[in-house]
C-alpha cells in the first residue's frame, strides 16, 4: 500500500473539505502517522473516511473530525490539555504535537495500555495516559487550558468548566441521535461563550449522566 499517496488523498478529499486549512494542522497529519495507531486488522483502513472499532464500547473518530477537533481548540505550544477518553492514543498524540502537557484519561485499562505503548512508539512524552473514568473531568491536574471528549454528551457539561482555566477551551459533542453539535465552549468572566461549529453523530461517552427526561 502506497501509504504516503492514501495519505495525500485523505487530506485533499476528507480533511480540506471538512474546512481544515490551518497548515500546521495539516502537516501534521504527515508527521504523525494514523496507521501506526490503528489495530492491525484494521490497519489498511486507517486513512479511510469512517469509524475503526478499537474495543466493544470505543472508536476511533473519523481523520476528519480528528483533524477538525484539533483546528478548532487552536493550540499555541503552551497549554496543558485533558483529553477524555484516550482510545488508541492517535487524537492525544496530535494534541500533544501542538501542547505543553496533555493528559488522557481512559477508563478501559487494556486500550491505555495499546495507547501507552503507540505513543511511545511514536516517540510522544507530553502525553500521560491514566486509567479512569473522567466523564466528570479529571480534577487530578486541573485547570486545564483545553478539554477535548472524545465521546458525546446529551446535554452541555457544564461540570467541566469548573475545571477549565479563564480563557480556557472546551471541545464537545452534544445532543442525542440523530441531531448531535460539535461546539467550542470557551471560558470567559463570569460567562461561558459557545461556538457552533457542525453536526455529527459519536457515541456518547461510557458512564455519561444523562438529565432529566419528561415522561408522559
Do not use: C
Amino acid at each position: 500500500m502506497d501509504w504516503e499517496q492514501a495519505r495525500f488523498n485523505m487530506v485533499e478529499q476528507q480533511i480540506r473539505p471538512w474546512d481544515v486549512l490551518d497548515l500546521t494542522v495539516l502537516g501534521l497529519l504527515s508527521v504523525v502517522k494514523r496507521e501506526d495507531f490503528v489495530p492491525a486488522a484494521r490497519r489498511e483502513l486507517a486513512l479511510v473516511d469512517m469509524e475503526i472499532p478499537l474495543s466493544a464500547s470505543a472508536r476511533m473518530w473519523s481523520p476528519k473530525l480528528e483533524a477538525r477537533a484539533v483546528q478548532e481548540v487552536a493550540l499555541t505550544g503552551k497549554e496543558r490539555v485533558l483529553e477524555i477518553g484516550t482510545g488508541s492514543g492517535y487524537l492525544a498524540a496530535l494534541l500533544g504535537k501542538l501542547s505543553k502537557q496533555v493528559y488522557s484519561v481512559e477508563i478501559d485499562p487494556a486500550l491505555a495500555e495499546q495507547a501507552r505503548a503507540n505513543l511511545a512508539a511514536a516517540g510522544i512524552q507530553n502525553v500521560t495516559v491514566e486509567v479512569g473514568d473522567a466523564v466528570r473531568g479529571w480534577s487530578k491536574h486541573a485547570p486545564y487550558d483545553v478539554i477535548v471528549a472524545s465521546g458525546s454528551y446529551p446535554s452541555v457539561p457544564d461540570f467541566l468548566f469548573e475545571q477549565l482555566a479563564e480563557g480556557g477551551r472546551l471541545f464537545a459533542i452534544v445532543g442525542d441521535e440523530p441531531a448531535m453539535t460539535a461546539s467550542v465552549f470557551t471560558k470567559l468572566a463570569g460567562s461561558i461563550k459557545q461556538e457552533k461549529l457542525f453536526e455529527t453523530v459519536i457515541a456518547p461517552l461510557v458512564n455519561v449522566p444523562q438529565p432529566a427526561r419528561f415522561a408522559f
